[in-house]
T-cell receptor, first 117, second 114 residues
Framework: AQKITQTQPGMFVQEKEAVTLDCTYD???????LFWYKQPSSGEMIFLIY??????QNATEGRYSLNFQKARKSANLVISASQLGDSAMYFC??????????????FGKGTKLTVNP | DTGVSQDPRHKITKRGQNVTFRCDPI?????LYWYRQTLGQGPEFLTY????????KSRLLSDRFSAERPKGSFSTLEIQRTEQGDSAMYLC????????????FGPGTRLTVT
């Protein structure tokens, strides 16, 4: 079974508008971390934001925020005030076991975001 | 502050040849990871090191693949007897143990096996 599901292969948004990229995950481990990465056409994975399973508040980093709904096992990325440079692939990833567990990241298949001028 | 670097950026090789890739992590990071990414997919974990110890290996890492990190700094990934199915982007990442342990990725090495 897939551990990370990103159901939107592609998304379009107008410049300066907000967009939400969906991510659901599957784990029975009570301790886990969720990550979002951006991959522009150049290929490099850029770390955006992190949410721990025990974090009480939703994570925010500048224009990025993570809408964490633990009961629904979802960790959606919200990008506010989209810019043309936000056009890229976006990957959701999970690491199970925050301390002492596996250190590998399991990635979803990604969502291609296109920002239109 | 330099990021993760990988060399070469591109490699074209004939089936059956051996190839070796190098990764230099962020200098203060003690963890180093290798992932493989094929077209249209997210990266898949291959292996990871903490200092010089290889602590985890994926089933994807067949006996044709070997990774080393001899002095706990740079790492090499070797693929022996390459096959066309090995064509992919090979990504290296590093992190510092503790905290959120987010992984920082290099630009990748794109391997094409003809």
């Amino acid at each position: 079974a897939q551990k990370i599901t990103q159901t939107q292969p592609g998304m379009f948004v107008q410049e300066k508008e907000a967009v939400t990229l969906d991510c659901t995950y599957d784990t029975s481990d009570p301790s886990y971390g969720l990550f979002w990465y951006k991959q522009p056409s150049s290929g490099e994975m850029i770390f955006l934001i992190y949410q721990g399973s025990y974090d009480q508040q939703n994570a925010t980093e500048g224009r990025y925020s993570l809408n964490f709904q633990k009961a629904r096992k979802s960790a959606n990325l919200v990008i506010s005030a989209s810019q043309l440079g936000d056009s890229a692939m976006y990957f959701c990833a999970m690491r199970e076991g925050q301390q002492g567990g596996s250190e590998k990241l399991v990635f979803g298949k990604g969502t291609k975001l296109t920002v239109n001028p | 502050d330099t990021g993760v670097s990988q060399d070469p950026r591109h490699k074209i090789t004939k089936r059956g040849q051996n190839v070796t890739f190098r990764c230099d992590p962020i200098s203060e990071h003690n963890r180093l990871y290798w992932y493989r990414q094929t077209l249209g997919q997210g990266p898949e974990f291959l292996t990871y090191f903490q200092n010089e110890a290889q602590l985890e290996k994926s089933r994807l890492l067949s006996d044709r693949f070997s990774a080393e990190r001899p002095k706990g700094s740079f790492s090499t990934l070797e693929i022996q007897r390459t096959e066309q199915g090995d064509s992919a982007m090979y990504l290296c990442a590093s992190s510092q143990q503790g905290g959120t342990n987010e992984q920082y990725f290099g630009p990748g090495t794109r391997l094409t096996v003809t």
